[in-house]
């Protein structure tokens, strides 16, 4: 993983945006096939909230193409869980053979009922799920309300939708009509391997159909200070990948800064500051208060809590994720050793 053009998307550096294709909505076999390492990876990641109820959900699918192996479905909670399968919807699995992709992503159904229907690439989509015995359904409509923002290695973009449709938890409705940035990955390796790197956070918020953001900050000393040292990068390491939609245009994040505070035993994020400034000289500067967390086992190595958050700019409010992933290092660093 020495390779720049090996690092996956949230350990890459800005480097500018790239062109998106309709067939980018489907597997990529052709640039998967250039890659042999077991690690390769394609995925896609569709979300939604009811955030009055302080509600969020995601759906996933992680595929790893020379393995022949799916892991995903969905997972849809309320408030703040210590455990996933404490959210009142967990309904993920590991290990799925790659035969459910037998139609590509057109449309596709896992073992464990999750869904995706792709009704026009790059604009509509139907999301579905369907658990009677614990009376848990999805059936969530996506509509693209911008075209895909792609990252200059033409591996990784990220889109502005609109979902409406229907939640049941536990027996109980909700109407979901919000806005979430979905994204998709493919074509590079993203090993396991456990890193000593401070957390890193994917945080996206929608506040209209043109005023939007993606950033992906690692925490940096300035804002956190507990860090210094040990887990101390450089300013212009800390930020990978992200953009900022407003008035039409679409400019990549060259800085930013960020400061989080945490819960001091779950070391979840409780509120985030950070300002971030696009190429075409844009800056915005954003607060957010966390409403909903859980954590999303996507593997050991590294605990990734998914939040909502309430994001604040310029007078104006947002919801959207919070994804971070915290690994072990960073986790013994600041928790310390239970051991007497």
Partial sequence: MNNKEDLPFFLTQNEGLGQVKPEDDLLHPVQNKLVADDSLTETQYFG???PEENIHAIGYIWYHPNLHVVSGGILAFQGIKAYQTHAELCDLRIFMHDRALKNDLHEYRLANGYGIKVVEPLKRYHMTYADAARKNSVNIHFEALQAPVMFADGKHFEQVLRAK???????????VDCFNIRDRSWGKPRPEDSMPIPPLSWNTGVFNKDFAFNCNIIEQVQGNPEIKGAFELPIDKTINGGWILRDGKVGYVVSGSKRVVRDPKSLLPQRMDFSITDNLGRTIEISGTILAACPFPSWPNIWF????ARWECEGMVAYGDCQEGVFTDYANFMLGSTEK
């Fill in 305 to 308: 809590p998914v939040c909502l």
């Fill in 165 to 175: 449709g229907e939640l049941v938890l536990r027996g109980k409705r909700y109407d």
């Fill in 48 to 50: 939604f909230s009811v």
